[in-house]
């Protein structure tokens, strides 16, 4: 076992996350994964928007950045530019990325610009009075949708997928060797990474639609997730309820830094013969 707190700052303890809820599940898998790899604190950037995930930063002894809602990956984008020697971490929630920070996160992942965005999904916006985000599904309730929601939902992964990120993966709080796993890929994959990670909101969305407490709603993702190696094993019907897990992308692409620094070299070169 790791010594967590080494990564911690103690003086902001006791955290403000409600009782059951994943997020400190995230947090330490995040740490578990940078020990493993060795990284020291200076080296790590960490950035966040506004949201239950994006109060990580607070907790951890790194270089930290807590922005506006939505502008996450924006900020981090211009601290990678400014010191591309760090390793550059977003923590931000489904509503934070997706949704105000919709348009910074498909370009982050077309651009291929070289960070690692950890999205804790909870499906709602629990910190600001619980309303409907791009990943409630539909027919639940949230604040805005009392009757249940009418809109389809955001797949987050198969989004950066399609926008052209160089690693997507998604994992669950439950399955937290997994999630270790996934993390530590992700953060030493050069390039854009995605980790969306399945973890419950027991106060502002399972209370509204009543699906028990904390382990309840952990215990559902148990019962309804599947491995990306199961999920092609079986029908259409079978996969109907299932969320699947694992890695979709795992691909090399020309990252934007490293590109954008080459152009700047060529254009001082040529400068340099007139």
């Known amino acids: 076992m790791i010594d967590y707190t080494k990564y911690l700052r103690i003086s902001k303890f006791p955290l403000i996350w409600c009782a059951g809820c994943g997020n400190g599940i995230v947090l330490k898998s995040i740490l578990r994964a940078i020990d493993k790899i060795g990284w020291a604190k200076d080296e790590i950037c960490m950035v966040s928007g506004i949201g239950c995930s994006s109060r990580t930063p607070g907790y951890v002894d790194f270089n930290t950045l807590h922005t506006t809602h939505g502008r996450a990956i924006a900020f981090a984008t211009g601290v990678k530019m400014a010191k591309p020697e760090l390793h550059v971490i977003v923590v931000t929630g489904d509503g934070d990325a997706t949704a105000i920070g919709g348009n910074h996160y498909i370009h982050a992942a077309r651009r291929n610009i070289d960070m690692t ?39 987050i992964s ?117």
């Open 117 to 155: 965005v950890v999205i804790f999904n909870n499906n709602i916006y629990g910190m600001t009075g619980g309303q409907v985000s791009p990943t409630t599904p539909m027919g639940m309730k949230a604040s805005t949708a009392p009757y249940g929601s009418v809109e389809a939902s955001f797949n």
């Open 158 to 274: 198969g989004l950066a997928e399609a926008a052209g990120a160089s690693f997507v993966a998604r994992g669950t709080v439950y399955h937290v060797f997994q999630l270790d796993k996934l993390i530590e890929r992700a953060l030493l994959k050069r390039g854009f990474s995605v980790v969306e990670v399945l973890t419950p909101c027991p106060t502002a969305y399972g209370r509204r639609n009543r699906m028990g407490t904390g382990v309840d709603m952990i215990r559902w993702q148990k019962e309804h997730t599947v491995s990306v190696q199961e999920a092609g094993k079986l029908t259409p019907e079978q996969l109907q309820d299932k969320i699947i897990t694992g890695v979709f992308v795992d691909v090399d692409r020309p990252e934007y830094v490293e590109t954008y620094q080459k152009l700047v070299q060529s254009l001082r070169e040529r400068a340099q013969k007139h």
